[in-house]
T-cell receptor, first 114, second 110 residues
Framework: KAGVTQTPRYLIKTRGQQVTLSCSPISGHRSVSWYQQTPGQGLQFLFE???????NKGNFPGRFSGRQFSNSRSEMNVSTLELGDSALYLC?????????????FGEGSWLTVV | SQQGEEDPQALSIQEGENATMNCSYK?????LQWYRQNSGRGLVHLIL?????REKHSGRLRVTLDTSKKSSSLLITASRAADTASYFC??????????FGTGTSLTVIP
């Protein structure tokens, strides 16, 4: 069974631009969450989606947004990019949002903002 | 703030030795999970331990949980060069909002 797939794997953007990252969860998984990983802040929760609804959001500015489609695929968008947005963005999926479910991570999308 | 903190931050051992890393967290949890991350890659799930469990094994991995001390440890026995990676503990918050620790960077020298 295919794992969590994230695209693109690497991208470079200029300050002020916007970016959209895509995540396809494991087949049958309906919960998708996003994390930002940086050397200084570590792994930080961005948001979580289940059945096309955002259930939870981390402490990030409104420039960070996301959505989930009816096939459980998810996208996240960052507008007006800043240098500090350079990070590894990780998507994770699980069957449902219930605590105790194992969440499976994709390989991540490396975003560099110049 | 992050829930978990791993200790030590970095660990270097010889192949064949055991590696122990610890995780402390701040609030009550339902579950604690350990993940491995190879450089620049995604996180790989290693083991989940529930709050009512004290010890769990999976292959060369042994995880303990002490909820009274709010701490967990991950033991990797008979380490291999391929175990070189960063290891994170994650505790559950609301839904699938996990709080990750800062990670332990493990280097296994062949």
């Amino acid at each position: 069974k295919a794992g969590v797939t994230q695209t693109p794997r690497y991208l470079i953007k200029t300050r002020g631009q916007q970016v959209t990252l895509s995540c396809s969860p494991i087949s049958g998984h309906r919960s998708v969450s996003w994390y930002q990983q940086t050397p200084g802040q570590g792994l930080q929760f961005l948001f979580e989606y289940f059945s096309e609804t955002q259930r939870n959001k981390g402490n990030f500015p409104g420039r960070f947004s996301g959505r989930q489609f009816s096939n459980s695929r998810s996208e996240m968008n960052v507008s007006t990019l800043e240098l500090g947005d350079s990070a590894l963005y990780l998507c994770a999926s699980s069957l449902t949002p219930l605590s105790g479910n194992t969440i499976y991570f994709g390989e991540g999308s490396w975003l560099t903002v110049v | 703030s992050q829930q978990g903190e791993e200790d030590p931050q970095a660990l270097s051992i010889q192949e064949g030795e055991n590696a122990t890393m610890n995780c402390s967290y701040k609030t009550s949890i339902n579950n604690l999970q350990w993940y491995r991350q190879n450089s620049g890659r995604g996180l790989v799930h290693l083991i989940l331990i529930r709050s009512n469990e004290r010890e769990k094994h999976s292959g060369r991995l042994r995880v303990t949980l002490d909820t009274s001390k709010k701490s967990s440890s991950l033991l990797i026995t008979a380490s291999r060069a391929a175990d070189t990676a960063s290891y994170f503990c994650a505790t559950d918050g609301t839904g699938n909002q996990f709080y990750f620790g800062t990670g332990t960077s493990l280097t296994v020298i062949p």
